[in-house]
């Protein structure tokens, strides 16, 4: 599996795309691990969400509309990837 923290990319902006509330739980629960922060608390108290940004300060937070234009526009400086990407799993497919 690889860590959250190795996504971050100062030169580019880093979406993680989730396919379930599920997946983003995990995802949140990885990132608190590693030491990540939402918008200052731990990203477990949370709501999920489909698409999640990856900040070069250890933060994670939601994707406004700017952001998910970003995210599809195919940019150099964007990269998504998705939770098979990180390696994420739910229990169930563990």
């Known amino acids: 599996m690889k860590t959250i923290e190795s996504l971050i990319n100062a030169n580019k902006k880093v979406y993680v795309k989730m396919s379930s509330d599920e997946i983003c739980k995990v995802f949140f629960e990885q990132a608190e691990r590693e030491g990540?922060?939402?918008?200052?608390?731990?990203?477990?108290?949370?709501?999920?969400?489909?698409?999640?940004?990856?900040?070069?300060?250890?933060?994670?937070?939601?994707?406004g509309t700017?952001?998910?234009?970003?995210?599809?526009?195919?940019?150099?400086?964007?990269?998504?990837?998705?939770?098979?990407?990180?390696?994420?799993?739910t229990e169930n497919e563990n």
């Open 36 to 63: 990540f922060t939402f918008g200052g608390e731990k990203p477990t108290v949370k709501h999920p969400s489909d698409l999640i940004a990856v900040l070069p300060d250890k933060s994670i937070c939601y994707v």
């Open 66 to 89: 700017i952001g998910r234009i970003a995210a599809g526009s195919g940019a150099e400086n964007v990269v998504v990837v998705d939770e098979d990407d990180i390696g994420l799993k």
